[in-house]
Every structure is written in structure tokens, then in C-alpha cells.
């Protein structure tokens, strides 16, 4: 069974910096891309970040570029999200999640999402 | 607001079949595979159509997409109160070099 957990969120003070990791078991993670998305509390979706199997390409959407940073340990199967200089918006549930296949193409797309961790970014 | 463009809400009554749109450009939807995912309530979201059209294994077969130009669309037949749930589209954004998401559309079942 695939299970991927979370862990690392809390609240932060804006401008300050958290890291969110995410345990992945019950398939061959050094197989596959990895995700994390996001969600504010009632809101929708966001794609935040990704990265390949072989951490070869990083991609992040704009609202987090220059701020936070993906990476991924294979032997730990775990995935990694550096967030730096918090914003009050950035306030989310963040989710990490399995791609389809290792590399980032839109043939892939997410197949197992964690139960997410809460960021709440607050003075 | 979201690149991809969902109706943020629609409904339907127990046994007929709605239709849930995403609505998107040639950088996106135009030129790539579309996702569909379902978020029930207090849940994680969960993968129910993918390459525009493939199902998962465990996906009933009442849920279908399908893509034409750069729109998506998600079918439901045989709707049940636990279809109650937002449903979410997604593909890549060639412009962006990313993934995109639809708003979300919230689906009642009346």
C-alpha cells in the first residue's frame, strides 16, 4: 500500500523559515517524480513544486520561486520542501504526492497524495 | 484566479449524469494530458481520470473524461450521494513550465 506521511508543519512566524518532509513507503521511490501541493483552508488546489526521480529537474510554480526549495533523498525515500521567508499566504495544508512516472511530463500527473500537513503562517 | 477554468459549483439528483468542465488554453489543456481528481470532504484528494481518459484500477466505471481543443470535461452517470465531493482538474502549462490546477468544482448531490 502506497503511504506517504507528512511531517514538519506548525506555525511560523512570517519571514521566518520551516521545512516539511515527507515519508514515503509501500512502492519504489527512487522510481518516480514527487509533488507537493497545496490547499488554504477552504480553498482550492495549488501546485507548489516538483521534482524527477533523480533529482535532475526541479520546477516550482511562481508564487513560491526563490523561496522555496525541493529535494529528495532516494536512500531515505523521502522528499523534502524548504520554505523560506514565510508569507501570511502561504498559510496551507501541504500535501506531498506520487507522480505517475519519474520524469515531469504531462503525460504523468498525480497518482497518491499524503493526508497533508498544516503551515500556518501567523505573527 | 486559477489558469485552468472550473464552474465552481453543479448538482444533480441520485441516478442521472452530470457533466463537470475545464476550460483552459493551447499552453495547457491545448497540448497536454489532463487529470481529474475528487476531494471529499475533510480528505485528501484522490486521482479518477488521468491521460484525459484512463481510469485507475478501483475508479467505478460511471466517471469518464474526455478532451476536445482545450477544454476537458469529467462525466458521472449513475450519480451517488457519495459523489458529493469538489472535483479538481489539472495538466501541465507548457507557458508556466509547471502544473496547473482548475478552482475546483463542488458537487451536490441533491
Known amino acids: 500500500e502506497v503511504q506517504l506521511v507528512e511531517s514538519g508543519g506548525g506555525l ?22 514527487m509533488h507537493w501541493v497545496r490547499q488554504a483552508p477552504g480553498k482550492g488546489l495549488e501546485w507548489v513544486s516538483a521534482i524527477t526521480w533523480n533529482s535532475g529537474k526541479m520546477v516550482y510554480a511562481d508564487s513560491v520561486k526563490g523561496r522555496f526549495t525541493i529535494s529528495r ?21 501541504y500535501y506531498c ?14 497518482d497518491y497524495w499524503g493526508q497533508g500537513a498544516l503551515v500556518t503562517v501567523s505573527s | 484566479q486559477s489558469v485552468l477554468t472550473q464552474a465552481p459549483s453543479a448538482s444533480g439528483t441520485p441516478g442521472q449524469r452530470v457533466t463537470i468542465s475545464c476550460s483552459g488554453r493551447i499552453s495547457n489543456i491545448g497540448n497536454n494530458y489532463v487529470c481529474w481528481y475528487q476531494q471529499l470532504p475533510g480528505t485528501a484528494p484522490k486521482v479518477l481520470i488521468y491521460s484525459n481518459d484512463q481510469r485507475p484500477s478501483g475508479v467505478p466505471d460511471r466517471f469518464s ?16 450521494s457519495e459523489d458529493e465531493a469538489d472535483y479538481y482538474c489539472s495538466t501541465w502549462d507548457n507557458s508556466l513550465s509547471g502544473w496547473v490546477f482548475g478552482g475546483g468544482t463542488k458537487l451536490t448531490v441533491l
Open chain 2, 65 to 80: 473524461g474526455s478532451k476536445s481543443g482545450t477544454s476537458a470535461s469529467l462525466a458521472i452517470s449513475g450519480l451517488r
Open chain 1, 12 to 33: 511560523v512566524q512570517p519571514g521566518r523559515s520551516l521545512r516539511l518532509s515527507c515519508a514515503a513507503s509501500g512502492f519504489s521511490f527512487e522510481d518516480y517524480a
Open chain 1, 97 to 110: 504526492a506520487k507522480d505517475m512516472i519519474r520524469w515531469l511530463e504531462s503525460w504523468g500527473g498525480i
Open chain 1, 73 to 93: 533523498d532516494n536512500a531515505k525515500k523521502s522528499v523534502y520542501l524548504q520554505m523560506n521567508s514565510l508569507r501570511a499566504d502561504d498559510t496551507a495544508f
